[in-house]
């Protein structure tokens, strides 16, 4: 049966992100030929409406209000379920974000339907598709098939591979909505520091733990990240021991990461880290201990002293 597919746009610091097209490849594939229809919530965000039907969507919704220019819970809830009341959708796909493991419960709750969350793949299509999730900090993967209702999943990023961006032409159109009651406003984002490559969405990660020593440590790592477009991640031994901030930490309490690489220096590999970078497609691992834990994990093994490993890979890269 072919379904109405709703897709959440995300936007961050100016632009769309991935993931928004990496769900609505799924939304495609899930719809069985019927309409996929993207969502943009925010202040000033229909410029973006065209990107997403370049990429697939079939026409865009946008909700815009001054009260929506960042994230709030209430905020983006009210818009998103105005949308809901005026689509009458089968089926939603979010990003498996922060937005959207915020917003994903609340919209189920409110619809009384079930989630399917953290999809990492897809087996089939249309009725027959098949969600596949990991399940255990990714130590086991389960298949989860919606019966009937609503079918509401949110997708890992980095994992579901978008559709190919050509121009292609669509509706945006605008619904408004009267934003009340909130119970929280974001005045201002106050960022710590500049922020570079998105690390949930990075392709490349150079990842530094407990062995790094101290943050002077981890410039290596950013030299080589920043060489090869990549990104700077931790394990939680290296933020508790204040050698970086607490947003670089990668596991089961930290970000969960997929990159196509991933370079884990001075990084025992607990069971807990693992759990946010296990399925990375290709994994190196540096530490001096053969021993290491990481290394049951790895692709490639470095047994070595990081401080001379790194730079000597990213001479290496340079030459490339
Ligand atoms: P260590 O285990 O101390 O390992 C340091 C490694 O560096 C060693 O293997 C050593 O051989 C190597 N090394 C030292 N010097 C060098 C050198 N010069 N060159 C190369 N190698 C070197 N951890 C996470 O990462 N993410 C999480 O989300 C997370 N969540 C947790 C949740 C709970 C509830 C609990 C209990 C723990 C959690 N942890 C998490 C902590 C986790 O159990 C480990 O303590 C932590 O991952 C260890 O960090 P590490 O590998 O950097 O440090």
């Given at each position: ?67 929506l220019k ?16 005026e689509e ?93 009651n ?40 950013q ?94 890269f340079?030459?490339?």
């Amino acid at each position: 049966m072919s379904k109405k597919v709703l897709v959440l746009g995300e936007t961050r610091e100016g632009a769309l992100r991935n993931v928004s097209f990496e769900a609505i490849a799924a939304a495609k594939k899930v719809s069985d030929g019927g309409e996929v229809v993207g969502v943009l919530i925010g202040d000033s965000v229909t410029d973006f409406g065209a990107e997403l039907i370049n990429n697939g969507a079939d026409r865009v919704v946008v909700v815009e209000h001054p009260h929506l220019k960042s994230y709030t819970s209430d905020g983006y809830g009210q818009a998103f379920m105005a949308v809901v009341e005026e689509e009458n959708p089968d089926g939603i796909v979010f990003g498996h974000t922060a937005v959207g493991k915020d917003l994903s419960p609340k919209i189920a709750s409110k619809l009384k339907s079930g989630l399917i969350s953290d999809v990492t793949d897809i087996d089939g299509e249309g009725d027959d598709a098949v969600f596949i999730r990991p399940i255990y900090s990714g130590k086991a993967f389960e298949k989860v098939k919606m019966k009937d209702g609503l079918l509401f999943f949110t997708i890992r990023p980095n994992n579901i591979t978008p559709l190919e961006r050509e121009e292609r032409s669509g509706d945006v159109s605008s619904l408004s909505v009267d934003i009340t009651n909130l119970r929280t406003i974001v005045q201002n984002v106050v960022r710590k520091s500049a922020e570079g490559v998105d690390l949930s969405e990075a392709k490349v990660i150079v990842a530094g733990g407990r062995g790094v020593k101290s943050s002077e440590g981890f410039e290596p790592l950013q030299q080589l990240a920043d060489l090869l477009g990549g990104a700077v991640g931790a394990s939680r031994g290296a933020c508790d021991a204040d050698y970086c901030d607490y947003s670089l930490q990668i596991g089961q309490t930290g970000k969960v990461v997929t990159p196509d690489l991933y370079i884990a220096a001075g990084i025992s590999g607990a069971i807990q880290h693992l759990a946010g970078m296990s399925n990375s497609k290709v994994i190196v691992a540096i530490n001096k201990d053969p021993e290491a834990n990481i290394f049951k994990v790895a692709d490639y093994g470095i047994v070595g002293d990081l401080f001379e490993v790194i730079p000597l890979l990213t001479e290496e890269f340079k030459k490339v």
